[in-house]
């Protein structure tokens, strides 16, 4: 009787112990959803197009574009990143830059790119470099590099992706590129 006992008080605690392991999963998928993984640089970009245009009631992202809300004109254009002369072909899967229609005094762009190996990946991270140092020269002089610019610019490599990105909400952007990459 002894043994049954036993043996009823420790399937029990089994029980429980793995009902807590159950409820422990659920709270951190919860708390950490899984995100679906992308593997092209156009669907790395549309989540973060849709992401900036959730977040800034003055744009929306409707058919590949960045909108002006309130005109329904585009305010940026998507461009293949190739139209920079920092980048080269032969590094490159596939690429876009995000930039403003009218650029006087509106530094923000965007760059997603996906690297044709490891190697081309670190050559892409340093025409990033180059593209910033292009932004520092043409901005520094109005003074908003410093003032500005500095706390909303980020470049991420993650595999053979990268993203350049000067925007106000850089660190937001930076983690939806993160959590959507493969």
């Not at 760059?111 to 190697?119: G, M, N, T, Y």
Request: proline share 3%; net charge negative; hydrophobic share 45%.
């Amino acid at each position: 009787m002894k043994k049954m006992l036993l043996g009823i008080i420790g399937l029990g605690v089994l029980f429980a112990l793995l009902g807590c392991q159950r409820a422990a999963k659920q709270m951190e998928e919860m708390q950490h959803p899984k995100h679906e993984k992308i593997e092209d640089a156009q669907g790395i970009l549309d989540k973060v197009l849709t992401h900036i245009a959730e977040h800034d009631v003055a744009l929306s992202f409707e058919n590949g574009e960045l909108l002006d809300t309130e005109l329904g004109i585009p305010r940026f254009e998507i461009v293949p990143v190739l139209e920079n002369k920092h980048f080269e072909e032969k590094d490159i899967v596939d690429g876009f830059i995000v930039r403003p229609v009218v650029e006087v005094e509106n530094p923000r762009i965007l760059i997603v790119v996906e690297a044709v190996d490891k190697k081309a990946s670190l050559k892409l991270q340093a025409a990033m470099g180059k593209v910033k140092a292009d932004q520092y020269q043409t901005y520094s002089e109005a003074g908003m590099w410093t003032t500005y610019l500095i706390d909303h610019n980020k470049t991420i490599r993650q595999g053979n992706f990268l993203i350049y990105v000067t925007w106000e909400s850089a660190a937001d952007i930076v983690k939806i590129f993160e959590q959507h990459v493969r």
